[in-house]
């Protein structure tokens, strides 16, 4: 979103003030284009942008001093291989000082911490060397725990190096298991392949894990200070909240880069977060997207190219990354990522092809069901661009795309906001206000402020049949908007996961030297948490998100996975309700709700995807690993035995026919690559179980008549 008038306001003041600043600053010539005086300013600034314009009014005292020491600690050393106890004791003379530092602009934690880390980054090349330099004893009985925010840091450098032991043994003990594994698949086919021995694999993969890690400090030593700055930076601002965060020049180049538009490859958005390359979305529409592995916060460990040997990006520059991960349409590119849902490894094989925007954009399909006609709506964001009005926009493509649906004769519509991570703000109260006369939609609050309630004045209700709106996990931000409108006017039956993604905040991202204009270099960006979102019934939609009126269950259903589970989420709370009239649409809407609940209850389908969530969840908490081979191997084959339980959980068929409306058909014989994908689209529909009890339940629902309407 852009930054409105009410923003610039808030740092209206601020901007004087720091104008001032930098003036003197330049007549005394103490700002410098050294690194030391850079890092200054941009503390000076961010505090001062933080403090002033951060959603929340947060005081920088101990408990942030304690967040940002902890945080940047972690930010460095993340998987323990580093630092000590005694490094911590040092360190811990700071722990409640850094407020007070940051306030002085006084950098003496960050050098501490920052030199102390480069000293250990030197001394870690011998650890692996060395360890990797003989053989691993697999027949020891002995375990790792890759839980790091449970494992403590090592007492002393002995531990230290204990812990590298255990890490890079893991790592080779995986790779005897993928490469004996390979062997028994081509014995299968081949009699006659010769396997090499335990003693040969094992002494193979101590050499894959040293070049993979040399190859992993090279690039580690290509960073330079800017990127640990920048860690310690993100510790500081992420003491506001999750959302707000600091790019650097280059890393705000790096995260525009994004495999959209027309641009042959995966369509995924990627972001740097330290030394990994994190999914931070995907391209509705886009090849990944469609193959369905890939997801939101997974991170991308390897990138191979088809059938060849795969490259590890850990530690790679987000642009090279890109490079190896794009590709001409048509070839093979496969990721070794590690999910974000249980933190296992998987290797995903996608099909690189060209992003075409029209993908991204509103959909429709009908299908006829005991006689009737229903309309299923697609929107996979809300999608719009302030900056060229002839640009499609999602609530004037979805006015449009009812009013054919109409036009055919459906009697009631499926939304479907499954995956959609949000977008205009603006377009999210348009829609909603297409499924009522008019009303307030939502209520938007800067800090300190009173609550802005925004919504539909045009009393046109361009449908007033049958809604059901279906969600899931991933429907986040403008989607919750729409969402809880509809649940809140009893306008739809909202129907999924548990609850949504609980993103009830809104995001700018601002140019920091517009605050210090006097300053040459460039000092980046900051993404600042300015508002909140309320729902019309004055609940905010951060954290709870919008909890389905008939849940079914999902392979989320028990993971740790939404807002509520980052670290520092802002708070849920409430404001006084807004003032509308619920449209209590349907005469029978708790029965078709008990209907519902009873069937999945009873279907067998989603009695064994509820199994396989549990399974999931136990597998996401199951972090410890042998490192006995015997043990090791026994434990991977149970895990995959018990998979196998789970490899048809998908499988459904609704023998349902759904077909284009009549304006698409029209399109097909220009436009074939339109019509594959479209018959692609209305084969999954069939497939889809949600989809089917979204039709169950919206051929039950019955329309009030209007004289029937209870008032609020």
Known sequence: MKTNLKMKSVFLAFFLLINVVSVQANNNNTVTNSDPEKDKVLIYVLKNILTRGHFVVKDMNDDFSEQVFKSFINGLDPSKRYFTQQDLKEFSKYKYQIDNQLLQDDLSFYKLVYGRFIEKIKNAKSYYG????????????????????????????????????????????????????LQEAKLKKDKSFKVKSFKTLEKEARAEVLKNMDELYIRIEELEHEDWFSTFLNSVVGAFDPHTTYMDPNIKERFDQTMSGKLEGIGARLQKKGIYTHVFELVAGGPASKQGELEPGDIILKVAQGNEEPIDIVGMRLDDAIKFIKGPKGTEVQLTVKKKLDGSIKTISIIRDVVQLDETFVKSSIVEKNGKKYGIIDLPSFYIDFSDNNYRDSAKDMEK???????????????????????????AIEISGLFIDKGPIVQVKYRGENPIVKGDIDPKMQWDGAVVVLVNEFSASAS?????????????????????????????????????????????????????????????????????????PSRLSYMEYGERDLDGALAWDKVDQAKYTQTNSYSNFADVVYNSKNRIANSENFQLINEYAKWLKKNQENTTYSLNYKKFFKENEMKEKEGEKFKSVFDYSSNLTFTSPKYEMSLFKANTDLKDKRVAWHKNLAKDMYISEALNVLSELKLREKSEIVKN
Request: proline fraction near 3%.
């Open 480 to 552: 919750e908007i729409f969402a809880a409108a509809m649940q809140d006017y009893k306008r739809a039956v909202i129907l999924g996961g548990n609850q949504t993604y609980g993103k009830g905040t809104v995001q700018n991202v601002l140019p920091i030297n517009q605050f210090y204009p006097n300053y040459k270099k460039d000092l980046g960006y900051l993404k600042l948490t300015i508002q909140k979102f309320y729902r019309v019934n004055g609940g905010s939609t951060q954290k709870e998100g919008v909890y389905s009126d008939i849940a079914m």
């Open 130 to 181: 060395d360890l990797l330099a003989q053989p691993f004893n697999f027949n020891k009985n002995e375990t790792v725990d890759l839980d790091f925010d449970k494992v403590p840091f090592a007492k002393n450098d002995n531990q230290l190096i204990d812990y590298w032991r255990k890490q890079l043994k893991l790592q080779t003990l995986s790779r005897i298991q993928e490469q004996t594994d």
């Open 401 to 427: 795309e009812i009013e054919r649906l109409k036009a055919e004769g459906v009697v009631g519509l499926i939304i479907d906001l499954r995956n959609n991570g949000g977008g205009s703000l603006k377009t």
